[in-house]
């Protein structure tokens, strides 16, 4: 018995054993068109008692005369690609793009056959040299270009075509080895499986439901609230201290109409509390915003304002449309530096932060 003729006999007695996996492959869609995922393994030339080896890389080169065959599943070489029961041959075929179902356009074929009592193809041996006996596979070889190859299940004396599993092959001209695309993998959909009668019931529900009211948005800072700054010292030779603004809350009841927000914040020029002749500006207060703790999303602090080049207004917080209903906390780390010509002394200003709707 020669290596190809074994591959038949085996494959029929492991039938029983791949079926089932069969099944699963089957269900597989083809980009390319194939009714299902057509396998392929190397025979390789390794003589008695080899096992021939899934190829599952598309750079795989296949030779023209090299052992290669066809399975329904990528767990065994002899798992059948099973044809439609209104089959009653199959045949190898190569064909271009699109001419896979008409056999009077095939560019070469040859006789395969079902295993006994199926229809069932087992092992379907694709080396061009062996199974292209019909047609002008001479003409395939010497040419090359992209074909389909595979499996073909025909009925009415195999004139039609009722079934097809296939590859996309691209051949090169003169030598006849082949590089094959791969197998698509995704599976379709597994339908849910329909209840028994008796064993389910459907339940109307039609609940009432009123519009929310809209609340309010407020700012809550402390009565009497006043900045914590830290003993100055020098940096550079400029008066430097640093110090806390303390918790202010952006409450935002508005559940319906969800309109987001803006906090901003000024600052007068800083006074001398001793002569108010002696004044600081205001770009030598160093503001960075910080969020304590929120209730909402889509609330983010501002831009940090550097001393000595800060810019006011400026935006102290936001909070975005749609997601910011709740209480947010917030705070800001403040920087304090004196030009080097000014006289020491407490210098005052106010800090005046005042919320928006969007």
């Known amino acids: 018995m020669n290596k190809k003729m074994r591959f038949a006999a085996v494959g029929v007695v492991s039938l029983a054993l791949v079926a089932g996996a069969t099944a699963v492959a089957s269900a597989v869609v083809q980009t390319n068109g194939s009714d299902a995922a057509l396998y392929v393994y190397d025979g390789g030339n390794a003589g008695n008692g080899f096992t ?30 099973t044809c439609p029961t209104a089959a009653d041959d199959a045949y190898i075929f190569v064909a271009a793009a699109g001419n896979e179902r008409t056999k009077a356009s095939w560019s070469a074929y040859g006789d395969s056959g079902f295993a006994a009592g199926t229809k ?15 047609g002008n596979p001479g003409m395939v070889k010497s040419n090359g270009g992209t074909y389909s190859l595979g499996i073909a299940c025909t009925n009415n004396n195999g004139n039609t075509v009722v079934g097809a599993f296939y590859r996309t092959i691209t051949m090169t001209a003169g030598t006849g080895s082949y590089t094959m695309a791969a197998v698509t993998e995704t599976a379709e959909p597994t339908p849910t499986p329909t209840a028994p009668a008796g064993t389910t019931g459907s339940v109307a529900l039609a609940p009432q439901t009123v519009g929310s009211t809209d609340g309010v948005l407020s700012l809550s800072v402390p009565v009497g609230a006043a900045a914590v700054f830290a003993s ?23 559940g319906f109409s969800r309109s987001g927000w803006d906090l901003n914040a000024s600052v007068a020029d800083f006074v001398n509390s001793s ?16 969020i304590v703790s929120s209730e909402a999303t889509g609330v983010t602090a501002g831009t940090a304002q550097v001393a000595g080049s800060a810019t006011y207004s400026s935006v102290f917080a936001s909070g975005a449309a749609a997601n910011t209903v709740g209480n947010t906390v917030l705070n800001a780390d403040l920087t304090f530096v004196a030009p080097a010509n000014k006289p020491a002394g407490t210098y005052v200003s106010t800090l005046t932060l005042t919320v928006v709707s969007k």
């Not at 069932?120 to 019909?134: E, F, K, Q, R, Y």
């Not at 205001?282 to 915003?289: D, R, S």
């Open 120 to 134: 069932n193809v087992i092992a379907a041996t694709l080396t061009p040299d062996v199974a292209l006996t019909a």
């Open 275 to 290: 002569d108010a002749t002696n004044t600081i500006s205001k770009v030598q207060l160093g503001l960075l915003p910080k």
């Open 232 to 254: 100055p010292t020098l940096v550079n030779n400029k008066s430097t201290t640093t110090g806390t603004l303390g918790n202010v809350t952006v409450a935002d009841g508005r």
């Open 52 to 81: 021939p080896a899934l190829v599952t890389d598309p750079s795989t080169a296949f030779t023209w005369a090299g052992d290669s065959f066809g399975s329904g599943n990528k767990i065994s070489y002899d798992a059948p690609s």
